[in-house]
Nanobody, 126 residues
Framework: QVQLVESGGGLVQAGGSLRLSCAVSGRTFSRYTMGWFRQAPGKEREFVAA????????KYADSVKGRFTISRDNAKNTVYLQMNTLRPEDTAVYYC???????????????????WGQGTQVTVSS
């Protein structure tokens, strides 16, 4: 069983930065593609970013390209989301997710991810 625990959310002013972390249990972290999704009130959960097993391939939603960076540390079983130049529309609960083991592609669809964290709230004030 893979367990994911997000941290790092909070309240920040527009233009500010936050770094989210997602710690993954077990010794098989490097077998999984990792993704970040978010869900704003009244909206569906949407893809934000994903990273492959080695960290060499990343994908981003158009809305966050150039502002957010996903990375991973396989030695620490942790995936990160660095969020810069935050906007009020980035306000949401952010979830990390794992796809695998040994997925063939870096996917961006919610249904392809097998394990989910409980989420962390990010609020951006204007």
């Amino acid at each position: 069983q893979v367990q994911l625990v997000e941290s790092g959310g909070g309240l920040v002013q527009a233009g500010g930065s936050l770094r989210l972390s997602c710690a993954v249990s077990g010794r098989t972290f490097s077998r999984y593609t990792m993704g970040w999704f978010r869900q704003a009130p009244g909206k569906e959960r949407e893809f934000v970013a994903a990273i492959n097993r080695s960290g060499g391939t990343t994908k981003y939603a158009d809305s966050v390209k150039g502002r957010f960076t996903i990375s991973r540390d396989n030695a620490k079983n942790t995936v990160y989301l660095q969020m810069n130049t935050l906007r009020p529309e980035d306000t949401a609960v952010y979830y990390c997710a794992a796809d695998g083991p040994f997925p063939s592609l870096v996917v961006t669809t919610l249904e392809d991810y097998d394990y989910w964290g409980q989420g962390t709230q990010v609020t951006v004030s204007s």
